[in-house]
């Protein structure tokens, strides 16, 4: 029977958790991915305004979700 691409995709990220365990599997994912973009500019772009102590604040509000 003829898989999905989204099926296939979620096999392929269950066997790369399975054998690296997350982490692994994301360091694989972002090694593999070249990406896009600038991400020095868009970096600039979202957190330059921001104070550090906001940036810690909204980083540990998300951790607690």
Not at 1 to 19: D, F
Not at 39 to 48: H, Q
């Amino acid at each position: 029977m003829a898989k999905t691409i989204s099926e296939i995709k979620e096999i392929g990220w269950n066997a790369l958790v399975e054998r690296l365990g997350a982490s692994g599997a994301t360091l694989f994912i972002l090694e593999y991915e070249k990406g896009y973009g600038d991400y020095t500019e868009e970096r600039k772009r979202i957190f330059d305004k921001k104070p550090l102590e906001e940036i810690v604040k909204e980083i540990k509000d998300m951790a607690k979700d």
